[in-house]
């Protein structure tokens, strides 16, 4: 059993649900991510999401892809992403770490040197929003074979023939989209999610996890209704865009522990 899937076990048997930052490699400085990530683990976080910059990330709104920019300014490529991961193992993050990426530069590096190096870092899973399940069988191979759990996206649009294809190739976690667009913190949640997520659970038993658009309170408790987990991403960054250096840390803590009750 992978240790997301253990994650996703323990939780249930605690009958709560999974909540899952965004944090981006670099962003808003080079060393940012170790800064965060372990109090926003001791504040509550179940999993990261770990995002690795991309010159075009085409899922993802203005929020993140100003992040994105920032951390390629910063010298931020895929190995420095690698070694982020380690760097959190040794500070003691123990939870899974998910790291998101476009599939340029996982092709770039090598598909089996990087499974190989991210799994030696400490990586759980990959998510990549590029690559389709009709091309994803050479990554999710090598993945496999050094123990890494390969998300796949489901979108409110998919269709149901095709959610079966998806869910097949995926593994960990299933990475349900909330709404048809890019991501960005919204005040309101798509009213169709709860049918979105039963039409998914019909086709496989993976947890399902939904993201973009998650910000508040009662999104997350909506989400808990009828999913397995929740991701917050721009409105992470939005707090740390808009905070002092100085006060960052601690408006983040507080931030997760506003949303843990709440899953």
Known sequence: MSTIAETFARLKAEQ????????????????????????????????????????DPLAD???????????????????????????????????????????????????ERFARDAAAAGASGVIVPDLPPEEAGPFQDVLRTYGI?????????????????????ASGFVYCVSLTGVTGARSELWEGLSGFIQRARKY?????VVGFGISTPN????????????????ALINIIDKTPVAQRRAELVSYIQSLRPHI
């Open 61 to 111: 709104g203005a929020t993140i892809q100003r992040a994105s920019e920032v951390a390629l300014q910063n010298g931020v490529n895929l190995g420095y992403a690698i070694a982020s991961v380690a760097a959190l193992r040794d500070q003691g993050v123990h939870v899974p770490l998910v790291m998101m990426g476009y599939y340029n530069p996982f092709l770039q590096y090598g598909l």
């Open 219 to 234: 999104h997350v408790r909506t989400v808990a209704q009828c999913a397995d987990g929740a991701i917050v991403a721009s």
């Open 204 to 208: 496989t038993t993976l947890p399902l």
């Open 149 to 169: 759990d390969f998300i796949m996206f489901l979108a409110p649009t998919t269709p149901e023939e095709r959610i079966k294809k998806i869910v097949s190739v």
């Open 16 to 55: 709560r649900g999974a909540l899952m930052p965004y944090l981006m490699v670099g962003y808003p400085e080079l060393h940012s991510l170790e800064e965060y990530a372990l109090a926003l683990q001791d504040a509550g976080a179940d999993l990261f999401e770990i995002g690795v910059p991309f010159s």
